[in-house]
């Protein structure tokens, strides 16, 4: 690439995150509400385990014609039951989720009258949205889509080679692409609604009004707000936002060579990105077919053992006036004086006092302290033990004396972090 084409390249990337504030602000707070989201990767290239879409840039004309032809006569994940996918959504505590309808390849996993280069020309051929939004909706789960105006087998078709975000192969250079692309978001929100939210990845031009015109409600995040991939910000972003992470090394299906992060680490991620007021969307990548990895099921599996306890300091909470302090990050309950401290990195024994000081916050005369998920009044075997949560104010900060007695695991012993509700609290810079 050139460097004027670098220089526009960067230029069109700049104008993606220009925002039209067409979001209704009520709805970007119920968005801040719901904490976390469940983003799900799943195409064509599940079969072959590859990145999603980008492994076609720079590809040679034989393996773009094996996804185009030959991938499609094989999708056959006669596995899926997405049933099973929102039980478990539930369980992890999952607030909404965004299901990738088109990735860059231009792939359409809906039922669409604009291309055949959809699941319904599979094996398959079954609408895996429609059943998808279906199955969520039906434990309580809000349903939103991941969409990409970069189609790349439209490129291909239109005889232009495959660049990434470069002039000649957005949307507002491409007018076909622009109608193509409309046609598609009004088939989706007029056959799968309704809509809570979308993610447009890449130029969205009008589409944006679009969703707006068929459902005012929808938020609408990349595109509208930041929207950080494997990086959290180092403060507070005061304006909605989302962070989006994979629990491995791809956005994608991978077979081998996975790295996955810890149960403890995503829910780590999870609470400091509460603590500078965004939401976590964490992906699941299901095979080709159409099965979650059990690696990705156990993960899903403990942040819901740590919700079932904790899920109180993680949903409808805002930031406290600062994120975190040594040892500590803070989330605020919305519209009130109650805080959570989340002791991080510090794995408390179950049945062990424990002493904390907290600089960031400051006790009251109404103030009552516990840690959240316990009632702090009995240790199980040991009813003789005292289990009060004390604490003392002065000008060092709030010292905390406390017992942690609820018990996630038989083996007493718990990784994650412990939390304390502080009500009645105030504002300290100790």
């Known amino acids: 690439m050139t460097g004027k084409k670098r220089n526009e390249a960067v230029d069109v990337t700049i104008k993606i995150l220009e925002r039209t504030n067409g979001n209704k602000p009520d709805r970007e707070e119920w ?41 499609p006569l094989r999708f056959n994940p006669y596995r899926f039951n997405p049933d099973d996918w929102a039980r478990l959504a539930k369980t992890a505590g999952i607030r909404y989720s965004l299901f990738t309808t088109k990735h860059h390849s231009g792939f359409c996993m809906f039922d669409t009258k604009t291309t055949d280069f959809n699941i319904m020309n599979t094996p398959f051929g079954k609408d895996a949205t429609k059943a998808i939004m279906e199955s969520f909706r039906a434990v309580g789960i809000k349903t939103g889509i991941y969409f990409s105006p970069l189609d790349f087998t439209w490129c291909l078709k239109a005889g232009k080679e495959l660049h990434f975000m470069t002039p000649e192969v957005i949307p507002a250079n491409n007018p076909g692409l622009m109608e193509y692309n409309e046609a598609q978001i009004r088939e989706i929100f007029e056959s799968y609604g309704p809509i809570e939210t979308v ?47 994979f629990m491995g090394n791809s956005w994608n299906y991978k077979a081998t060579n996975e790295a996955y992060r810890t149960g403890t680490e995503i829910i780590n991620l999870l609470i400091e990105t509460r603590a500078k007021g965004g939401n976590l969307v964490i992906n699941i990548s299901p095979d080709h077919y159409g099965e979650i990895p059990h690696e990705q099921e156990r993960i899903l599996q403990e942040i819901g053992l740590f919700m079932f306890f904790c899920d109180e300091a993680i949903y409808d909470v805002r930031p406290w006036h600062v994120p975190q302090e040594d040892g500590f990050f803070f989330t605020r309950k919305k519209n009130t004086d109650t805080v959570y401290a989340f002791v991080m990195n510090d794995p408390w024994p179950h049945g062990t006092r424990r002493k904390y000081t907290i600089k960031g916050v400051r006790a009251t005369n109404k103030t009552k302290i516990e840690i959240v998920g316990q009632s702090g009044r009995v240790l199980e075997h040991h009813p003789e033990a005292d289990t009060k949560t004390r604490f003392t104010q002065d000008e060092k900060g709030l010292h905390i004396d406390a017992m942690r007695t609820f018990r996630p695991y038989s083996a007493k012993d718990w990784p994650n972090p412990v939390v304390f509700r502080i009500t009645n609290a105030e504002k300290s810079n100790i």
């Open 31 to 71: 968005f801040l509400d719901q904490g976390l989201g469940l983003f799900i990767h799943w195409s064509l290239d599940s079969i072959i385990g590859s990145v999603i879409s980008h492994w076609m840039i720079g590809a040679d004309k034989e393996p773009l014609r094996k996804m185009q032809e030959d991938l």
């Open 199 to 245: 993610f447009f990845d890449g130029p969205p031009a009008n589409l944006k009004e679009i969703v707006w015109e068929l459902n005012p409600d929808t938020v609408i995040s990349r595109s509208e707000m930041p929207t950080p991939e494997i990086r959290l910000p180092e403060e507070i972003i005061d304006e909605p936002w989302e962070a989006c992470y």
